[in-house]
């Protein structure tokens, strides 16, 4: 079942500016992950947070944990057209093997 | 890493009938998990499906409606059942790795329209 609530629900920018992208989730994790979807199809896997990090960096990503508040941030520097997709936040509540639970995404629209 | 080959990537069906969508891994995997993915939502558990045993289906999901099959550590299907315009979705097969904590991979995802 879905635990993590995302927001915002959609999300519109000009090319060039930051896309910060916000997902909370309910019980305690292993670790989380964001995922990206072009256009409804499979996901590509963007970076994974250990519950033990507070904060991670790849690229134009970046992305934060905070356990306290059960809560994570994606942030998309400089964006670009071809960033436009949806983007899933996903916990990982045991180790390994055990399948992921997402949060209701949201989309993202760069406007060139 | 692994890469998953999912088939078909879309089909139209007729309600009443039955679609069987294929997953290959390229590598041994111990469990392969299967999503559906309404239009518009995110994704939802449909069961996960053990080799050798039979699969474990999530609250909603009942495995007439669902059967899956896991013949061996690379291969999966799942069946989608007595078509309805409701069972209009994308499904995805995922895998993990025997790893503690690492990513998960996906199919490209079957998008079914059920006219």
């Known amino acids: 079942s879905q635990q993590g609530e995302e927001d915002p629900q959609a999300l519109s920018i000009q090319e060039g500016e930051n896309a910060t992208m916000n997902c909370s989730y309910k019980?305690?994790?292993?670790?989380l992950q964001w995922y990206r979807q072009n256009s409804g199809r499979g996901l590509v896997h963007l970076i994974l947070?250990?519950?033990?990090?507070r904060e991670k960096h790849s690229g134009r990503l970046r992305v934060t944990l905070d356990t306290s508040k059960k809560s994570s941030s994606l942030l998309i520097t400089a964006s670009r057209a071809a960033d436009t997709a949806s983007y899933f936040c996903?916990?990982?509540?045991?180790?390994?093997?055990?399948?992921?639970?997402f949060g209701k995404g949201t989309r993202l629209s760069v406007i060139a | 890493s692994a890469v998953i080959s999912q088939k078909p990537s879309r089909d139209i069906c007729q309600r009443g009938t039955s679609l069987t969508i294929q997953c290959q891994v390229d590598?041994?995997?111990?469990?392969m998990f299967w999503y559906r993915q309404q239009p518009g939502q995110s994704l939802t558990l449909i069961a996960t499906?053990?080799?050798?045993?039979?699969?474990?289906?999530e609250s909603g999901f009942v495995i007439d409606k669902f059967p899956i099959s896991r013949p061996n550590l690379t291969f999966s299907t799942l069946t989608v059942s007595n078509l309805s315009p409701e069972d209009s979705s994308i499904y995805l097969c995922?895998?993990?790795?025997?790893?503690?904590?690492?990513?998960?991979?996906f199919g490209q995802g079957t998008r079914l329209t059920v006219v």
């Open positions: 995922s895998v993990g790795t025997a790893s503690s904590g690492t990513e998960a991979f």
């Open positions: 019980t305690s994790i292993n670790n």
């Open positions: 947070i250990r519950s033990n990090e």
């Open positions: 996903a916990t990982d509540h045991f180790s390994g093997n055990t399948p992921l639970v």
């Open positions: 590598s041994q995997v111990t469990m």
């Open positions: 499906a053990n080799q050798g045993s039979e699969a474990t289906y």
